[in-house]
């Protein structure tokens, strides 16, 4: 499961549907964004119409097949950027009405539902009252307080709770994300680990920009190796040698395109393989990546001006 802080919930709400205690409509919320809870809703209702449940959806019956490739005939989801109306709303009601084509269950889940216009709201409220047989609801919410106490009455709610920085260690470290960087943004910064990912990316994304830019000023000679230097970050040391023999790549191929062959080529070509050589040096345990990361801007600029 890509969200580790999901799995207890899930786990739970598994085990309720085995005993035949699910209730027919669920409330997953949280006044928490980006926990992932629509993704939590769409496991859940994976489950329920998979026929050979392990207790999770299996992903090989017809149903679960029909699940990937968005045409399973009793699933139905709703979402909206903007609001909910009621339209939506009765065409949901609607396929509630009919029965399963699959002679199973039918699920339905409406995404951040506190954006259902009263109407809407309205018009759902008999459906989840009396919803039949082996039809499931799944409604989540950022902003619980806003939806009709009628329709929270309706349901069995669930919360959705942001994790601690502990309990997320090894999916930190599946992905590849610094520990230390991670907790300066999550959680003071930074609501949801996914709101921390965000960040993370957008502040590489400025680094490498950065980089870049100052980049072609030291290919053109107006700034020098230990200005380009200062770019150092140890936590995106290897992207950012990732992103200079990208760099490199590129200019070398319009070069290509150009003139092949030419002295400048050739330097651009050895820049690459120096570059090239540091990420190996980076292997060997103990190395200071800091001073190897100047000598490599030194080099690269006695190979460019050599």
Known sequence: MSFPWLEPLFDKLLRQYQRGHLHHAILLHSSVKQLAKGQLAVWLAHALLCTRPQPAACGECKSCQLLNADSHPDFL????????????????????????QQSGAQVFIVERCEKMTESAANALLKTLEEPGQQKYFILTSDAPARLLATIKS???LYSVTPPSLESLNDWLQDKGIDKTQFSSLYPEFAA????????????????????????KAFLSGRIGPLQLATHFDESLFDEQLDWLITALQLWLKKQAENKPKTPLSLKICAMQNSLIQVKMQVLNSGVNKKVLFQAACVEMSNLLRG
């Open 192 to 215: 949801s680990p996914l709101q921390a990912l965000t960040l993370l990316e957008q502040q590489a994304a400025d680094k490498k920009h950065q980089l870049l830019n100052d980049f």
């Open 154 to 156: 309706r349901c069995q």
């Open 77 to 100: 989801q709703i979402r909206s950027d903007t609001s909910i109306s009621v339209a939506q709303i009765r065409q949901l009601v609607a396929a509630a009405l009919q029965k399963s």
